[in-house]
């Protein structure tokens, strides 16, 4: 699976839209785009993927530039309940049987 | 989504006892499951992967003696920490796809995560 890396941490204001990137310069054509957060002291809970197009749920949108070497997680409207860690993954979809990888994420603090 | 659960959510126990972990897919049938454990302020690290029906697959530098794993049913994977010692102390997570949509789609689903904290 190809490598991703986001920044350590965000800070955003709570009712603002929080914007959180993602690099995956090295991206392989059927590879697609994986967003999962983790409150604390919970387990992760999958938000969102996509491959290239735009992507939208009750929960977030996902922004992949056209080159795919880039993406961008947006939660329209931060509450203090989305304070978590966000991590970006990129994997083939039909590996099922493969764990997904976790790298370091961005801790993103949602201020009232 | 599909539902992963854990057990118990937390655990304290005395150094050198052994503690016994379930995880359980509640709706639908899992034929592969992940352990991952994760210390404070760190990403989650794969331990192992188990298969229903037969011997897990542990990553490197977990001894397999001292995590061992059992899925004996389409439902329950458990890990047993034989030996505990305070460095064992961590969030164990377990992680299970689903055959109705994993394949589709690669979303993997997580339980809620077990505390142990040996003493």
């Known amino acids: 699976d190809a490598k991703t890396t986001q920044p350590p941490s965000m800070d955003c204001a709570e009712g603002r839209a929080a914007n959180l990137p993602c690099n995956h310069s090295?991206?392989?054509?059927?590879?697609?785009v994986y967003w999962y957060r983790q409150i604390h002291s919970q387990g992760p809970q999958y938000i969102i993927h996509?491959?290239?197009n735009n992507e939208t749920n009750e929960m977030a949108s996902l922004i992949i530039t056209e080159d795919r070497k880039s993406s961008t997680l947006i939660l329209p409207h931060a509450t203090l309940r989305d304070t978590a860690v966000y991590y970006c993954?990129?994997?083939?979809?039909?590996?099922?049987?493969?764990?997904?990888?976790f790298g370091k994420g961005t801790r993103l603090s949602v201020i009232a | 989504g599909a539902v992963v659960s854990q057990h118990p959510s937390w655990v304290i126990c005395k150094s050198g006892t052994s503690v016994k972990i379930e995880c359980r897919s509640l709706?639908?049938?899992?034929?592969?499951m992940f352990w991952y454990r994760q210390f404070p302020k760190q990403s989650l690290m794969l331990m192992a992967t188990?298969?229903?029906?037969?011997?897990?697959?542990?990553e490197q530098g977990v001894e397999k003696d001292k995590f061992l794993i059992n899925h004996a049913s389409l439902t329950l994977s458990t890990l047993t920490v034989t030996s505990a010692h305070p460095e064992d102390s961590s969030f164990y997570i377990c992680?299970?796809?689903?055959?109705?949509?994993?394949?589709?789609?690669?979303?993997?689903?997580f339980g809620e995560g077990s505390r142990l904290t040996v003493l």
């Open positions: 993954i990129v994997r083939v979809a039909s590996s099922g049987n493969t764990p997904l990888v």
């Open positions: 709706d639908f049938q899992a034929t592969t």
């Open positions: 996509g491959l290239k």
């Open positions: 090295t991206i392989s054509g059927n590879e697609y």
């Open positions: 992680s299970a796809r689903d055959p109705r949509t994993t394949s589709k789609t690669g979303e993997l689903f």
């Open positions: 188990s298969n229903e029906g037969s011997k897990a697959t542990y």
